[in-house]
């Protein structure tokens, strides 16, 4: 029996061309020319007799047969007979697919070429006509790999000859020697220097390895011109179609309603690189960029160039077509850049799309960004949507959204259920700007999580609607995060979780931070300069972090219900406080809110009115933690710290300001001003307003004139300073 072995293959590997490196299934010909071999499929298109693989002429005339994998299965000779292949002995070390990862929803990536590229060949060591890199070597010819997967070999002359497809009409010919070994040759076709001359296989399903060279595609004011064609590419006028796997180049200038590339490559084969090197393409009727099929499909914008994407303000056009499943699909481009299946944008230069008709970067999957490219993005609609998974590693982008959101990831929305690693906006890095979003900035169905794992992101969000939004779940882990926003900065329907970074957040219509269900603090700088409401939630819990909050209203508020409504029925709150998929479901008793406080520091300030620094519609509990809090209380009952249940403010570090008494915790009669530091042995603090009543946990508190005998100091972002011993 026939065992495959990874010999040799690494740029195989870099292409991702290898899905597997050993096969002993029932589809993959033997050694023996037993019934296996002879099972071909009664409509298979190659003349190698089996769906899925690709028919290669050999320089003697054999037929090369290349699986689904793009490796050298087998090859037909001219006789009928069979020959199966050794791998040259200086290329037997074994190579190991590349692993993946799914942390945070996030899967790895296969190895792609260094910013996309695709050598022209593996000459690096040829001298003359001798390499020694030979994969295979057939009946006295040596052959060789290209860095995008495809075979060469040398004639008599040392000129490099790419391979060429057979003939189909090979087939029945090699049919009969497969079935009778007989003496009657196939035909070869004759071996071109050009493979735009040959002719491909016709089912969709097999791959066509290119000739070696990347091809060039060049726009100008009559359409767009193809060097070193690699039988995938079919121009006419200003559409492009590319039907297989491998890198293309892309330069020039071009507007019309026909200015399109669009890619169909089977899925089952390796990604589609799309590499611009200075492409000006305007579509006047449709979008610049359609990858209708592919595994996936890699926009890159190559190191030193700028590219300018534009779009049709309309759509009258529509595309019939047959995807991976065999299903007749009749699709409109929604985007500038519009895809069906895996979308990664990448790349050392700038990329400029401009949306006119809806989104500006749009995919039906999964959209990641790589590199450090610079993207702008204006849009009609939303800038970029990846209705899988949003993944941005790297880059400097630039969102300007008229109408929908900057960022956002609904797949399951429209279910009504989270769908497992969809959903998802997964920020890792990168330097992040949305100027304007008629909606909102950043928006997720399942989750949005900011993190450092590749760089520190920053994150700077305009909005008219709510800053980052998630029906489901927040995390804040890392970053510089700065928020204005027309409604909520933060929110979620279910949680919001701070775990890092330093956020500052702007909403004075709205809510700081809001979270129907959870809102947990246990890290990172949380800076509500203007808000309605600062932090509101059904269940506040600080374990740690530095905030510094600012509400016309309440500062603090563990209140049930949605946004703003106050509503004690809380159905269906199934993460109480717990983290993703945990829960103790619901509420906790008759309680309309929870508000628990067991450490960081924190300094919450009021507007004037019937206001509240820090309130719980139902429990308050202060046991750990530095808690400052200043309310201009005028009117109303409330305070300093108010609760509709039970109150508990044990920490040694508690103060609160007032021009009113507070209806929870041990109020003095102690005039302050602003001018002072006031507090006790264990904490001082100079507040900003004036007043006459102070809250404290461990006597009255008094004027402190020297802040030198405290252990410990912190400087909030608004700039008064909290001295504190522990």
């Known amino acids: 029996m026939l065992t495959w072995k990874c010999l040799g293959y690494s740029s195989l590997f870099s292409l991702g061309l290898i899905a597997a490196c050993s096969s002993d299934n029932s589809s993959t010909p033997k ?45 037909i000779n001219g006789d009928g007979s069979y020959g199966f292949p050794e791998a040259a002995e200086d290329n037997s070390t074994e190579t190991s697919a590349p692993e993946s990862s799914a942390a945070n929803g996030n899967t790895t990536e296969p190895n792609t070429p260094s910013n996309g590229e695709a050598a022209a060949n593996s000459s690096a060591s040829v001298s003359g006509c001798t390499t020694d890199n030979a994969i295979y070597t057939i009946n006295g010819i040596s052959y060789y790999l290209n860095d995008d997967g495809s075979l060469f070999y040398f004639d008599s002359n040392c000129n490099k000859l790419p391979l060429a497809s057979a003939e189909p009409a090979s087939s029945s010919a090699a049919q009969q020697g497969s079935q009778s070994s007989s003496s009657e040759a196939v035909e070869p076709s004759e071996n071109k220097s050009s493979s735009s001359e040959a002719v491909a296989a016709s089912s969709a399903s097999i791959e066509t390895p290119s000739n070696g060279d990347t091809p060039s595609i060049t726009y100008s004011t009559s359409g767009a011109t193809v060097e070193n064609n690699n039988n995938c590419v079919t121009v006419t006028g200003g559409e492009v179609v590319i039907t297989c796997a491998g890198d293309y180049d892309f330069s020039g200038s071009y507007s019309g309603a026909d200015a399109q590339i669009r890619v169909y490559s089977p899925k089952s084969d390796s990604g589609v690189y799309l590499n611009l090197r200075g492409l000006t393409l305007t579509n006047t009727a449709d979008a610049p960029i359609y990858a209708q099929m592919s595994s996936k499909t890699f926009v890159v914008a190559k190191s030193g160039t700028t590219n300018t994407l534009s779009d049709g303000s309309t759509r009258t056009k529509s595309y019939t077509y047959v995807n991976s499943n065999n299903e007749t699909k009749v699709d409109t481009t929604g985007a500038c850049i519009y895809a069906k299946d895996d979308l990664t944008i990448k790349g050392e230069g700038t990329l400029i799309v401009k949306g006119n008709y809806n989104n500006g970067i749009h995919t039906s999957n999964d959209l990641r960004f790589r590199g450090t490219t610079t993207i702008n993005v204006t849009a009609a609609n939303n800038g970029l949507k ?54 909102d900035g950043i928006q997720a169905y399942n989750y949005i999580i900011v993190q450092d794992s590749v760089s520190e992101p920053t994150i700077k969000v305009t909005s008219t609607g709510k800053g980052i939004v998630s029906d489901n779940r927040v995390y804040i882990n890392a970053g510089k995060i700065d928020i204005s926003s027309g409604d909520d900065g933060v929110h979620s329907n279910q949680n919001v979780y701070f775990n890092g970074g330093y956020t500052t957040i702007a909403a004075p219509k709205n809510d700081g931070v809001h979270a129907d269900s959870t809102l947990m603090i246990n890290d990172g700088t949380i800076y509500v300069t203007n808000s309605y409401e600062g932090l509101e939630a059904w269940y506040i819990k600080a374990n740690g972090g530095i905030t510094d909050v600012y509400g016309t209203d309440d500062a603090w508020n563990a209140a049930g219900g949605n946004d703003g409504s106050g509503n004690t029925n809380q159905g269906g709150q199934s993460n109480w406080g717990f983290g993703p998929g945990g829960g103790m479901g619901g509420k ?36 750990g933690g530095v808690v400052i809090v200043e309310c201009q209380i005028s009117g109303g009952m409330g305070g300093s710290f108010d609760a509709d249940g039970s ?17 929870k915790g041990t109020n003095y009669n102690v005039s302050f001003t602003t001018g002072n530091y006031y507090g006790t042995s264990n904490i001082a603090f100079k507040p900003t307003i004036s007043g006459r009543y102070m809250v404290a946990t461990t006597g009255q508190p008094a004027q402190v004139s020297n802040t030198s005998s405290y252990q410990k100091s912190v400087t909030f972002p608004s700039g008064s300073t909290v001295y504190y011993n522990e």
């Open 386 to 439: 990846g209705k899988g998974i949003v993944d941005i590693e790297n880059g400097t982008i630039t969102i300007a959204a008229t109408n929908g959101d900057g960022i956002k990831s609904d797949e399951g929305e429209d279910e009504g259920s989270v769908v497992d690693n969809k959903g998802i906006v997964n920020i890792k890095g990168g330097n992040i700007t949305i100027t304007k979003a008629g909606d």
């Open 31 to 75: 050694d023996e020319l037993g019934d296996t071999l002879g099972e071909f499929s009664e409509g298979a298109t190659s003349v190698c007799l089996y769906d899925g693989y690709s028919a290669m002429q050999g320089a003697n005339g054999e037929t090369l047969c290349l699986n689904a994998e793009g490796v050298l299965a087998f090859w």
């Open 588 to 623: 906790m008793g008759n309680s309309s809110g929870f508000l628990t406080i067991t450490g960081g520091v924190h300094h919450a300030k009021t507007g004037s009115g019937d206001t509240d620094g820090i309130d719980s519609n139902g429990e308050l509990t202060i046991y």
């Open 647 to 663: 109150a508990s403010l044990t920490s040694k570090t508690v103060l609160g300001f007032s021009s009113g008494s507070s209806e």
